[in-house]
C-alpha cells in the first residue's frame, strides 16, 4: 500500500510569490492534515481536512489556505510569500477524524520550501 | 491551551541501554496521544498511538505509557541500537481537533 506522497519535494520562490503544495493521502483515508515545521517554531498544526471540509485550522495567517478534492487529494497554498515562510511542510492522513479508531496519522515526506 | 513539553532534549547513551524518553501536557482532555520518530530532514514515522482510554502500547522493543491524570506519558525504549538514533517527538490530539507537538528529544545511540 502507498505511503502519503508529497509534491514538489523541493521548492525555491522569491518573496511576494505564491506556491501551490500537493498531498496525495493514504488509499482510503479521508483525513488530511498540513503542518509546517522550522528549526525556531517546530512543528505547527496547519489545518485538517475531512471528507472536502476544513475541521479545524491553527493560528497561521490568511496568506495560508487549503482545499481537499472529493479523492481525498488535498492541496496548500501560500500567497504573498515571505521569508519567514522557508520551511519543510508536513502532510499527514488518516483514515478517521480525531476521537475515532483509526485516527493515526502517518506522515509524508515533506515539501522543503525556500524563500529567497 | 494545549502545551506539549519533552525533557530531556538531547540524550546520549551507549548502545544496549534502556532508556526513557519523556512527554508532558497540560490539558488531559486528549483523544489520543501518539508518538513519532524523525530522521533528519525526513517526514515523520508513526511509532505508537495510544487511545485515551488506554494505558500503554507496545511494539516489539518499545512501550509507550499514558497516564492522563497527571499528564504525563513515556516512550520506553529497549536494548537502544544505533539505528534508533533520531528525534522523537510527541503529539496530543484534543477536542478542537488540534494536533499539538512537542519539541522533540534528540536521542543519538552510540556503538
Known amino acids: 500500500k502507498a505511503g502519503v506522497t508529497q509534491t514538489p519535494r523541493y521548492l525555491i520562490k522569491t518573496r511576494g510569490q505564491q506556491v501551490t503544495l500537493s498531498c496525495s493521502p493514504i488509499s482510503g483515508h479521508r483525513s488530511v492534515s498540513w503542518y509546517q515545521q522550522t528549526p525556531g517554531q517546530g512543528l505547527q498544526f496547519l489545518f485538517e481536512y475531512f471528507s472536502e471540509t476544513q475541521r479545524n485550522k491553527g493560528n497561521f495567517p490568511g496568506r495560508f489556505s487549503g482545499r481537499q478534492f472529493s479523492n481525498s487529494r488535498s492541496e496548500m497554498n501560500v500567497s504573498t510569500l515571505e521569508l519567514g515562510d522557508s520551511a519543510l511542510y508536513l502532510c499527514?492522513?488518516?483514515?478517521?477524524?480525531?476521537?475515532?479508531?483509526?485516527?493515526?496519522?502517518?506522515f509524508g515526506p515533506g515539501t522543503r520550501l525556500t524563500v529567497l | 491551551k494545549q502545551e506539549v513539553t519533552q525533557i530531556p532534549a538531547a540524550l546520549s547513551v551507549p548502545e544496549g541501554e534502556n532508556l526513557v524518553l519523556n512527554c508532558s501536557f497540560t490539558d488531559s482532555a486528549i483523544y489520543n496521544l501518539q508518538w513519532f520518530r524523525q530522521d533528519p530532514g525526513k517526514g515523520l514515522t508513526s511509532l505508537l498511538l495510544?487511545?485515551?482510554?488506554?494505558r500503554e502500547q507496545t511494539s516489539g522493543r518499545l512501550n509507550a505509557s499514558l497516564d492522563k491524570s497527571s499528564g504525563r506519558s513515556t516512550l520506553y525504549i529497549a536494548a537502544s541500537q544505533p539505528g534508533d538514533s533520531a528525534t522523537y517527538l510527541c503529539a496530543t490530539q484534543s477536542g478542537t481537533y488540534k494536533y499539538i507537538f512537542g519539541t522533540g528529544t534528540r536521542l543519538k545511540v552510540l556503538a
Open positions: 499527514a492522513s488518516s483514515l478517521a477524524p480525531p476521537g475515532l479508531a483509526g485516527a493515526e496519522q502517518f
Open positions: 495510544i487511545q485515551s482510554s488506554q
